[in-house]
């Protein structure tokens, strides 16, 4: 069975800070990992996917890389801004128990960004 | 980019009446849709796997005939939940894959919030 760890459950920095939000994972045989972010009482907004062949993906100031081997990614944020405070979360694709593609979440992180 | 709608939004209901949640993919076609369920500061959780034309498949602890699951067109799928309680007040969140062969990417609505009074 998959599971989805992320680490810290809570993080709040000064403004204009690099971070970095980590998650790891069980089995190592997914298809792709996917960052979301999910504002208050909101839906899921993607971040970054990464297929299982690839080590990393950028869009503008986020960087996700990924370590299948070890079970393992980080969500790297650069010069965080306010509009960056919101839930991250961390899911797995891989196969479920009946054969069917299966998204494993993480338990996310709250990230605060301190004016 | 592909889009996912959910309608309602949010609904209240009494208990031991049914709700019907729409998940519609706007601009692809989606052969199979997902139904997941998200608790008050929790992680989503999968509830089941819905193929167009056929029976769901529900996730272990899913009562599958409570929540009712079907997707009878490419575009649609349609999640009831009958004779709700309080226990079943959720954010429901859905989700649709595209046809073929690729990423295996997921894309989420928006989400509808049901409360149980």
């Known amino acids: 069975k998959q599971e989805v760890t992320q680490i810290p459950a809570a993080l709040s920095v000064p403004e204009g800070e690099n971070l970095v939000l980590n998650c790891s994972f069980t089995d190592s045989a997914i298809y792709n990992l996917q960052w979301f972010r999910q504002d208050p009482g909101k839906g899921l907004t993607s971040l970054l996917l990464?297929?299982?062949?690839?080590r990393e993906q950028t869009s503008g100031r986020l960087n996700a890389s990924l370590d299948k081997s070890s079970g393992r990614s980080t969500l790297y944020i650069a010069a965080s801004q306010p509009g960056d405070s919101a839930t991250y979360l961390c899911a797995v694709n891989g196969l479920s128990n009946f054969g069917n593609e299966k998204l494993t979440f993480g338990t996310g992180t709250r990230l605060t960004i301190i004016p | 980019g592909a889009v996912v709608s959910q309608h309602p939004s949010w609904v209240i209901c009494k208990s031991g009446t049914s709700v019907k949640i729409e998940c519609r993919s706007l601009?692809?076609?989606?052969?199979?849709m997902f139904w997941y369920r998200q608790f008050p500061k929790q992680s989503l959780m999968l509830m089941a796997t819905s193929n167009e034309g056929s029976k769901a498949t529900y996730e272990q602890g899913v009562e599958k005939d409570k929540f009712l699951i079907n997707h009878a067109s490419l575009t649609l799928s349609t999640l009831t939940v009958t004779s709700a309680h309080p226990e079943d007040s959720s954010f429901y969140i859905c989700?649709?894959?595209?046809?073929?062969?690729?990423?295996?990417?997921?894309?989420f609505g928006p989400g509808t919030r049901l409360t149980v009074t």
């Open positions: 989700s649709a894959r595209t046809t073929g062969a690729g990423s295996y990417e997921q894309y």
């Open positions: 601009d692809f076609q989606a052969t199979t």
């Open positions: 990464i297929q299982s062949s690839q």
